[in-house]
């Protein structure tokens, strides 16, 4: 009796099944291809690969807001500081979005401090620009330092609310590094599409899971999903999109100089410019005149002499690495880039 047991208890496990996020394809819940341990969060994470539509996704999958405002991730220390520059892959959008006339609305969800909204208020004077984010030290920062007007520290299912209560509707919604965070895709794009007026566009970007450079910084509690060129067009056709266009990102050779450090001091580059920047920019609480933001109002808005050398410091590290990130450019296609309508 009790082998018999065991042996129904074995078929139970084998037997289990799980739904692709995406397109409900039965996946076994054993048939995972990587784990992954966060010291962030302290879980152990499966990443899954769905046969039918390609997506990577993670289980468990719960987003935190509050580790992107209390900076568990360096990166967002830059945002915070609004020491970013334009992207390449925000430049993509300039490069292959269709010319439209008229007076129209775009939404940039996620939108971190507002480089991409300042590019568009300057490019397109037609467009009336909204944006979001749930980082509260960001939307301060896009009003604030660079005097941006419609940003709201909002997720996409609360600013949804706001939109429908105002009768909001938008032309272009556009989401940058965004739905690779996304604990539920279909949602996320469903929310979108409800914002869309007839015959809208969206427009965005995501990391490409087959680059070499995922494994920095491509995991939970980071990232939750994962896309490769074709997966992501298959994602957007399963949510009713068309006239889907991808493209890999073309990074400029800063950007590439940075990526190429990365590669070949891993994490211990990370833990180096997290040391720099920890260190040369921390700030004073006895100075903190910001309620939200942990930095001192001058020198999150002023010249101050630490900005001009952590900006020597990235120059001099991306001078250095300039001679590899041009022989690396034609393998390092880390970024894809996305446009199409409903």
Known sequence: MDKINKRVDNLKFYNINMKCIVCNNSIKEENFVEEYFSDITKTKYKLYLCSKCGIGFFEPRKLDPSLYEEEAFDAYILFHLGLRSLYSNHRMFFRYFPKLTGNLKLLDVGCAEGMFIKEV???????????????????????????????????????????????????????????????????????????????????????????????????????FLWFNKDSLYNVLKINGFKDIEVYFVEQNIKELASVAQALIMGNLGLKLRSFVIKKLLKYDTTENKISVNKYTANYLFGNDWRIKIFKLIKFIRDFSFIPLAIFLKPFLKNGLYFQCRI
Not at 132 to 161: C, M
Not at 203 to 208: D, E, H, L, T, Y
Not at 211 to 223: A, D, E, T, V
């Open 121 to 223: 208020n300057k490019k397109f004077p037609n467009i009336e620009v909204y944006g979001i984010d749930f980082d509260r030290k960001s939307i301060q920062v896009a009003k604030e330092k660079f005097g941006l007007k419609n940003v709201y520290p909002f997720s996409l299912e609360e600013f949804y609310d706001y939109a429908v209560n105002r009768n909001l509707k938008f032309d272009i919604i556009t989401f940058f590094e965004v739905l690779e965070h996304q604990t539920d895709p279909n949602k996320f794009l469903s929310i979108c599409k409800k914002l869309l007026n007839t015959n809208g566009y969206i427009a965005g970007s995501v990391p490409n899971s087959k680059s070499i450079f995922k494994g920095l910084g491509g995991y939970p509690p980071h990232h």
